[in-house]
């Protein structure tokens, strides 16, 4: 199992995505952003203007997906995926079959040391973590949150407040990485 991790508009998509296709049909890919929690419960939690943070994650449920991956029961296990369109997780959207060579997953908080994340480490073979330039990311999360609705001011001011505050600790497990990959 692969972990692919760094800060948000870093690339972790990009880098996960090419693995997957040079390895074609024996690796599969299962982005951590499945475990997003919906936007009611977000809203009923008061954390829809943080929405990315490490606790709004079902952090226990990714835990225990790499779990079933990593030691699989049945035949297949089924995972989450996250829609950008509608910006809500999709249930089962993922099929791994037991018989995969290599389950890429990706996403920001595979290298946090507290809380449920503090066992995502142990549960992955190795962990690259993809970092590269600084405007060049900012301005990828911008166009991003702009291609998603968000008008370009809003877009700007969540990369620059929620977005950065998730990428500087992020950054901060760098250190915990086992490769250091430049995008």
């Not at 008061?46 to 952090?59: I, N």
């Not at 060049?136 to 001011?153: C, Q, V, Y």
């Not at 929620?162 to 950054?171: G, S």
């Amino acid at each position: 199992m692969l972990g692919i991790t760094g800060p948000p508009g870093a690339g972790k998509s990009t880098v996960a995505e090419r693995v997957i296709a040079a390895l074609g049909a024996v690796a599969v890919l299962v982005p951590m952003d499945g475990f997003h929690l919906a936007g009611a419960e977000l809203a009923r939690l008061g954390r829809s203007e943080r929405k990315g943070a490490p606790d709004t994650f079902d952090a226990e449920g990714y835990v225990a997906l790499l779990r079933c991956l990593r030691e699989p029961v049945g035949a297949e296990v089924l995972a989450p995926a996250f829609s950008r369109e509608t910006d809500e997780p999709v249930a089962d959207a993922i099929v791994v079959s037991r018989d995969v060579a290599l389950v890429v997953t990706e996403g920001n908080y595979l290298l946090l040391e507290d809380g449920p994340w503090a066992a995502v480490r142990g549960l992955l073979d190795e962990v690259w973590y993809v970092e590269g330039d600084e405007a060049e990311r900012l301005e990828r999360l911008i166009a991003r949150h702009t291609e998603f609705g968000k008008s370009p001011d809003a877009a700007r001011a969540w990369a620059l407040g929620p977005d950065q505050r998730n990428a500087e600790r992020v950054a901060a497990t760098r250190k915990r990485a086992d490769l250091i990959v430049t995008s």
